[in-house]
């Protein structure tokens, strides 16, 4: 079966600093993948999507960037944080072809 | 306009109750149609798809009205493990999903 996995769990950073999450999906070849973040009491905004390694596209522009070094594996980054960029980060997945998404457990970032 | 539109709650009800939501959409070539379940602090997880006629899992049921453009969730005999934040999400004819605010449930003994 297919699991999604995300680290860190959790993450204090200081405005300025760079970030780097990941995302790995196990089980499956192929698969679209998906960063939306969730600011405190509101919805998932999509950040950006991948269709396959090396193919990103970006739905918000931000001081975030992602890439997709492997199949598998789907980086968010950042250069300089900014405090409005606290939120939970979550990771999903989908097979091309479907709709429904399958999240991975987030990782809950703080900007101070 | 929001694209998705939830009434975000709360919605107190007693063990045993029944409860609906109901969540609008603005995009009328939307395709697809999902409720999701989040627990605090956690990831959203696949509750059901919302299919043209109607379906039914267990306690739980979803309408779909495309001419009104809304989506509803009917939960029976609520138990206090229901108690959770319930998104509406709509596929556009995109590859990326729109999901509503969330409307939180709260079940209580």
């Known amino acids: 079966s297919q699991t999604i996995h995300q680290w860190p769990a959790t993450l204090v950073q200081p405005v300025g600093s760079p970030l780097s999450l990941e995302c790995t999906v196990e089980?499956?070849?192929?698969?679209?993948l998906y960063w939306y973040r969730q600011a405190a009491g509101r919805g998932l905004q999509l950040l950006f999507y991948?269709?396959?390694?090396?193919?990103i596209s970006s739905e918000v522009p931000q001081n975030l960037s992602a890439s997709r070094p492997q199949d598998r594996q789907f980086i968010l980054s950042s250069k300089k944080l900014l405090l409005s960029d606290s939120g939970f980060y979550l990771c999903?997945?989908?097979?091309?072809?479907?709709?429904?998404?399958?999240f991975g457990p987030g990782t809950r970032l703080t900007v101070l | 306009r929001k694209e998705v539109e939830q009434d975000p709650g709360p919605f107190n009800v007693p063990e045993g109750a029944t409860v609906a939501f109901n969540c609008t959409y603005s995009?009328?070539?939307?395709?697809?149609f999902f409720w999701y379940r989040q627990d605090c602090r956690k990831e959203p997880k696949l509750l059901m798809s919302?299919?043209?006629s109607g379906n039914e899992d267990g306690r739980f049921t979803a309408q779909l009205n495309r001419a009104s453009q809304y989506i509803s969730l009917l939960i029976r005999d609520s138990k206090l493990s229901d108690s959770a934040t319930y998104l509406c999400v709509v596929n556009e004819g995109r590859r990326a999903l729109t999901f509503g605010s969330g409307t939180r449930l709260q079940v209580q003994p």
């Open positions: 995009n009328s070539a939307s395709q697809s």
């Open positions: 919302v299919y043209s």
């Open positions: 999903a997945w989908t097979l091309n072809g479907e709709i429904s998404q399958y």
């Open positions: 089980g499956t070849s192929n698969p679209n």
């Open positions: 991948s269709v396959g390694i090396g193919q």
